[in-house]
T-cell receptor, first 113, second 114 residues
Framework: KQEVTQIPAALSVPEGENLVLNCSFT??????LQWFRQDPGKGLTSLLL?????REQTSGRLNASLDKSSGRSTLYIAASQPGDSATYLC????????????FGQGTTLQVKP | SAVISQKPSRDICQRGTSLTIQCQVD?????MFWYRQQPGQSLTLIAT?????????ESGFVIDKFPISRPNLTFSTLTVSNMSPEDSSIYLC???????????FGPGTRLLVL
């Protein structure tokens, strides 16, 4: 059974810092991995999708890496801003391609001005 | 990317009643998904809805409690039946991009059952 874990559960940093959010999964046979952002009381916004054959994806100040063999992904946020404050969720899409995503518990990030 | 809307955005309901949540997508999609996010928790898949066939439910979720309709390729409904306070959650629908596998989510329906 696939399990997804995110560390840390919460993180508070001053504006301008570079930071790394971690995601680990127990079954390396994945189809892809997706990072989302969720603002309080809102739905999910897709940030980055990494296919199982890829090592990393970049979008603006965000960089996500994937090490399938070790069951790990990281989301790197460069030069953090107060607007980056949100909960970041990692979700794994299993190899059966059913569409089902298995989510981690999320990391709640606060960037202080 | 897909644009997804949900109705209602939020509701407060009495226990024992039912609520139907609507999900509308701006493009035709094969599969639509319904997730639940309980307070302080992450998302859990309830069921997958394919047009023209019965929804596929995940372990712990049953059709009598969460009946789903999928009348066409752009629309689906989820009903939360005979509600109890434990059903208080955010319910989200999502679709998958057939080209790259990215999933997009609606804004969610916040349900409070008293």
């Amino acid at each position: 059974k696939q399990e997804v874990t995110q560390i840390p559960a919460a993180l508070s940093v001053p504006e301008g810092e570079n930071l790394v959010l971690n995601c680990s999964f127990t079954d390396s046979a994945i189809y892809n991995l997706q990072w989302f952002r969720q603002d309080p009381g809102k739905g999910l916004t897709s940030l980055l999708l990494i296919q199982s054959s890829q090592r990393e994806q970049t979008s603006g100040r965000l960089n996500a890496s994937l090490d399938k063999s070790s069951g790990r992904s990281t989301l790197y946020i460069a030069a953090s801003q107060p607007g980056d404050s949100a909960t970041y969720l990692c979700a794994v899409h299993g190899s059966s391609n059913t569409g089902k995503l298995i989510f981690g518990q999320g990391t709640t990030l606060q960037v202080k001005p | 990317s897909a644009v997804i809307s949900q109705k209602p955005s939020r509701d407060i309901c009495q226990r024992g009643t039912s609520l139907t949540i609507q999900c509308q997508v701006d493009s035709q999609v094969t599969m639509m998904f319904w997730y639940r996010q309980q307070p302080g928790q992450s998302l859990t898949l309830i069921a997958t809805a394919n047009q023209g066939s019965e929804a596929t439910y995940e372990s712990g979720f049953v059709i009598d409690k969460f009946p789903i309709s999928r009348p066409n390729l752009t629309f689906s409904t989820l009903t939360v039946s005979n509600m109890s306070p434990e059903d208080s959650s955010i319910y989200l629908c999502s679709v998958e991009d057939s080209l790259g596998g990215t999933q997009y989510f609606g804004p969610g329906t916040r349900l409070l059952v008293l």
